[in-house]
RNA sequence: GCUGGCGUAGCUCAGUAGGUAGAGCAGCUGACUUGUAAUCAGCAGGUCGGGGGUUCGAUUCCCUUCGCCAGCUCCA
């Protein structure tokens, strides 16, 4: 139940014991003023730890969290000892009957059943007049715990063994840290975290919004927003067409007959959209990824060896239909463009093709400085009906994957029961602000659509023979990258893809003509400027510029446009400097042509 | 979809123990013409998320619905 916690290194030892030690004391706390709460599980967590609890039907709200905090720290002053204890399968279950602990004893009996509790008895841990099956280890007394290191934080409903078919319990999340300090400083980072929440700056610097009467999950993008959607795909496309991808357009509807085929209507069905009944028994449906549409594309001509690798691109439009509450700003939504591609190739081109698109992932992940990520093998589960039944195509599949990672030295995870219904996948998984984590880039190994679409291509030999399909998306959707992108760079973008690349701001009216000479200069290279020919004070409008995170401001007045400079203010770096106009537009284009990443200290000062 | 919480002006928030609401910022108008993060004044802006109920009267109480937030489930 502790896995989250590093148990190797004594610090973490110890933060582990504190919090899994406080579950205990909660548990206490929270039964007295609900005698007859079940308990569910109650382990630590990255920043704290959390208890499910099933109240029957006298329910616990936020506004309960004080008395509850209240009875822990009096439980906490009484600095009863936590004594380990045993009991056989049988006495347990019966302890645990006496008490109405249904939850406790299906996992107690669970434990006995798959071996994991020792010897077939069961560990207790009682503290004051609590006792919970636990496995440990916990502090020695409750008096250990240090004054004012946690704090009770939310409310929230959770499933029993996470099993949206079972009782929902309720769950009491705490934040806990191994002094006070420790726990402030944590919920000061907290919130200035939140002042960088994509949906937030999504708001303020006017990037998208989003409308009832269009629809939950349906981002509306702004003009600042689309120029970031703009200015990544332009860059994909540029290192897809060096790489040797072939755009296409294919449509965003299709007859039900197309995912029939490609099995998503069984296997998918509740993630789309409900179909559109044309004429007939002709059902349509808005498409949820691109791939049959590609499928087809290849599949409309007959294939030679000396075609492949075919890879076939396209900044498609999907739309799945999310739950309503997993949906979040652009996080999760239920339209979306993905920087999709399928790569058709022979069976011994499939390590080359899978090796370079990691390297193409790591190119833009390594430009970006996205460094928070980590990579996922993700591999089926023998266990499940979700996965195509072909044992040795999984095997050979999931081998060949892990060898790429491999050979590229990249540090990954393995997790069973992750892989694609048709094939095993490389995901980065990144977190957001709040700890949510999702998988931003995939590239996935599918060694069955083939098959199901009858693609084949003419070998050497003239046999006709299936070929691999490899599926990419190294830039993830616009929607779900750029919501990473806003949070990571605090809404502050690189010159290049700035919705406004400069702002001019003319110290006083007088200089509007010289500033309105430099703009026209810039927007006819195509730069993205403004002046600011506004009637506000002089430090209003550096404040405007400043508040909308524009990286270059250049400052106009009477010694500039004297000697044909401009005074270059770039966002939030003290230090600026005067420079002649034609040296600072030549500065501009080189870092728009390198994307540079100004928006990063190391690179602030494109002029030293 | 489920559990809990929250919806007052474009934004951030105040307020009403039931008697139809107020500030700052943003916007508009005017004055000021400014050298590195908020010049001053005036004006305008809200069926207090929607619908129903209780009441002489509802933004306030009750029901319902929609939206938002956190978590669970699910997933790019």
Redesign the pocket.
Known sequence: MCEECDKSQDGQEQLHRLRHSLAHIMAEAVLELRPNAKLAFGPPVEFGFYYDFDFGGE?L???DLPEIEKRMELILRKNAPFERGEMPLAEALAWFEERGETYKAEYARELVETGKAGGGSLSFYTSGGFTDMCEGPHLERTGQVPRGCFKLD??????WR???KRP?L??I?ALAFASKDELKDYIARRKLAMER?H?KLG?ELDLFI?D?DV???FPLWMPNGTVLRDELEKWAKEEEFLAGFQRVTTPSVARGALYLRSGHLPYYK??MFPPMLVDENDEYYLRPMNCPHHHKVYAARPRSYRELPLRLAEYGNDF?Y????????L????A?T?NDAHIYCTPEQVEEEFHSVIQMYQKYYAHLRLGNFRVRLSLHDPDSD?FVADHEAWDQSETAVRQVLHNLGVAYEEERGEA?FYGPKV?IQIKNL?????????CQLDFVMAERFDLTYADRDGQRKRPYILHR?PL??H??MISFLIEFYGGAFPTWMAPVQVRLVP????FAPYAAELQERLCGDFFRVETDDS??????K??NA??RKIPN?W??????QEDRTV?W?RY?VKE?V?VAFDKAFDALKDMRAARAMDNFADTALPLG
């Open positions: 329910p709200g936020e506004a939310r409310i929230s409903g959770s499933y996470g099993d949206e929902m309720t769950r999340y929440d949906r708001d989003q009832a629809g939950v999950g509740d993630s799945r999310e739950k309503h509450g997993s949906l979040s700003g996080l999760r939504v239920r979306m993905m979700k694609a995901d709040m700890g949510r984590e999702e998988t931003v880039s995939t998306a993830s959707t929607e779900r110290v006083s009216a007088d009637e506000e004070s002089f430090n209003k550096i404040r400043v508040t401001v400052v106009v007045g009477a010694k500039e005074t203010r939030c600026q005067t």
